[in-house]
């Protein structure tokens, strides 16, 4: 029997914005995941029988999941595909800019007389929030931005950004959610190993000693080379982990 990556199906409708009570329900699901590890529970062949019927109903509905999100992130992929295609047609030989054509309204001019697309505007727009210190602005724009520009190659960093600013603000909750995607979606990204330690930092601030154990011991294993490695360490070690 495969076992459920409980974590992942709540990682699966986490949304932007603010925490929902329906979001703390997931919250909630992924510490309690966190803390415990396994996810066992229950004892005797009739419960053993019953969480077996559950388990394969949601290997069914996760399939089913995956599969969708599949097909989203194809298209999305697509559509980045596409626009950097279509950017790169006005900006080269005989396109739009090359012919001096003026840029849409909004795009804006970069100081080296450049045009500035909407998406990058919108982007700096909402990162200027953060460098202000304004949090409610930065989640505002920055969680318009994603809604906006969903497969943006800048989604990891402002997704990233929003959580910083919800942890400023001391929603925890939605931070450790938002810091989560980030490691979750953009493993890759450079700020994966941040994000994992940053939401060890929150789920520190609301109580769950185990769960944040969990996520510097996760920073610790899959980017052990990051500059943030030491630090979950001495993490690790204030928690007698180590």
Not at 96 to 103: E, H, K, W
Not at 199 to 213: D, I, P, V
């Amino acid at each position: 029997m495969r076992r459920v990556n409980w974590i992942g199906i709540a990682a699966l409708v986490a949304a932007v914005g603010c925490a929902t009570p329906a979001e703390m329900r997931k919250l909630d699901k992924r510490v309690r995941a966190l803390e415990s590890g396994s996810g066992k529970t229950g004892t005797g062949r009739d419960r053993v029988a019953e969480l077996g019927t559950k388990v394969e109903e949601l290997e069914r509905t996760v399939d089913g999941l995956n599969g969708r999100l599949d097909e989203i992130d194809r298209q999305a992929k697509q559509a980045l595909e596409e626009a950097k295609a279509a950017r790169s047609e006005a900006n080269g030989p005989g396109g739009a800019a090359a012919a001096g054509v003026a840029p849409e309204a909004g795009a804006g001019v970069s100081p080296t007389g450049e045009a500035v697309s909407q998406e990058v505007q919108s982007y700096r727009a909402a990162h200027a929030k953060w460098r202000e210190g304004d949090a409610a602005g930065c989640v505002d724009l920055f969680g318009k931005f994603l809604q906006t520009y969903p497969a943006s190659e800048y989604a990891d960093d402002a997704t990233y950004w929003l959580a910083d600013c919800y942890f400023k603000q001391g929603n925890f909750s939605a931070a450790v959610l938002r810091f989560d995607d980030v490691a979750r979606q953009y493993p890759s990204s450079d700020k994966a190993a941040d994000a994992l330690y940053r939401q060890g930092e929150a789920l520190l601030r609301m109580g769950h000693g185990t769960a944040a154990g969990n996520a510097f011991e996760k920073v610790l294993r899959d980017y052990p080379n990051s500059s943030r490695a030491p630090e979950a360490k001495r993490q690790l070690q204030l928690l007698g982990s180590r």
